[in-house]
């Protein structure tokens, strides 16, 4: 669980930004930052994209330290799809999808 939480830190201090700053972009707590980076836990992936997003880092970098987060302003960083995002917006787009199916199907 550690290394997740070293990316997010590492990708923060990069960009100067403090635990406070982003816990009032994300709308959470300065605690549940903390948790992260120290980790004791995990940030959901609608947040995890959004710290991706602030960071200016792919997820790719965030979840298994691939990239040099000092490199994402770089074009070549840039370049192509980021592959896992898409694989984590295709999932959270079927499971959509699946409850949208599953309280249609309860409500009739």
């Given at each position: 669980?550690?290394?997740?939480?070293?990316?997010?830190?590492r990708?923060?201090?990069?960009?100067?930004?403090?635990?406070?700053?982003v816990?009032?972009?994300?709308?959470?707590?300065?605690?549940?930052?903390?948790?992260?980076?120290?980790?004791?836990?995990?940030?959901?992936?609608?947040?995890?994209?959004?710290?991706?997003?602030?960071?200016?880092?792919?997820?790719?970098?965030?979840?298994?330290?691939?990239?040099?987060?000092?490199?994402?302003?770089?074009?070549?960083?840039?370049?192509?799809?980021?592959?896992?995002?898409?694989?984590?917006?295709l999932?959270?787009?079927?499971?959509?999808?699946?409850?949208?199916?599953?309280?249609?199907?309860?409500?009739?």
């Open positions: 669980m550690g290394e997740i939480g070293d990316n997010i830190r990708a923060r201090i990069l960009r100067e930004m403090t635990q406070e700053y816990s009032n972009e994300l709308n959470i707590s300065r605690q549940s930052i903390s948790r992260w980076e120290n980790g004791r836990g995990y940030p959901d992936v609608e947040k995890l994209v959004k710290l991706s997003v602030l960071y200016d880092v792919t997820m790719d970098y965030l979840l298994l330290g691939k990239d040099d987060p000092s490199a994402a302003n770089k074009p070549s960083s840039k370049s192509g799809a980021n592959c896992l995002t898409f694989k984590v917006m999932v959270v787009g079927f499971l959509s999808t699946l409850l949208g199916h599953l309280v249609i199907s309860t409500i009739m």
